[in-house]
């Protein structure tokens, strides 16, 4: 089986957990093929990096995914506790129940905005033109979530904005993700 591993930059630490521990299933083939600090898309049905020199691959500059049985895109999605980007949408709205000082919106506000950022995410349109073109079989791992010491440390943005509801913040936001992705993928991907 070919199996080929992409995304960002998480990718290097699921090749150095491959690479620690190889699979011992002989006629299986791993590549990786990650961008670091910019994206992955595709073009003319080939997965290419924008820009190239941003590109760690074991395969080459370009990815053919029609050679591959199946896909694993790593870290989908958008973070909520590394929140800098001041056009994060968890910076600027916030559903009544969850209190804080934001501005507060209906669930469906919500869940357009955060489907309408996502969609305009780079590997959330990698996912939906994968969808399109590969054959094989696609996974998604969504981005991690927070560790449990981001979540006690009151000098976390969400901690200092919900309290003692970041956590549900925090779920309520990765459940809202999935779904939109499941919406972009359809049955293509798991």
């Known amino acids: 089986m070919n199996i080929c591993v992409l995304g960002n930059s998480h990718v290097g630490a699921v090749k150095m957990a491959h690479d620690a521990a190889p699979p011992t299933i002989s006629g299986n083939r791993v590549d990786f093929?990650?961008?670091h600090a910019g994206m992955l898309a595709v073009e003319n049905g080939m997965v290419v990096a924008r820009p190239a020199k941003s590109l760690s691959s074991t395969c080459g500059p370009e990815l053919d995914p029609a050679a591959y049985d199946a896909i694993l895109v790593s870290a989908v999605?958008?973070?909520a506790f590394r929140n800098e980007n001041p056009?994060?949408?968890?910076?600027?709205?916030?559903l009544a129940n969850w209190g804080g000082s934001l501005p507060l919106v209906s669930r469906t506000v919500f869940s357009r905005s955060l489907r309408q950022s996502l969609v305009d995410f780079p590997l959330a349109k990698l996912c939906a033109e994968l969808a399109r073109v590969c054959t094989g079989k696609l996974v998604f791992q969504p981005w991690p979530l927070p560790a449990r010491a981001v979540l006690a440390d009151p000098n976390w943005h969400f901690n200092r904005v919900y309290g003692k509801r970041a956590p549900e913040v925090v779920a309520y936001y990765y459940q809202a993700q999935y779904e939109v992705l499941e919406e972009l993928v359809g049955d293509r991907g798991v």
Do not use: S, T
């Open 33 to 35: 093929h990650a961008v």
């Open 77 to 79: 999605g958008q973070w």
């Open 87 to 94: 056009r994060h949408i968890l910076r600027h709205m916030a």
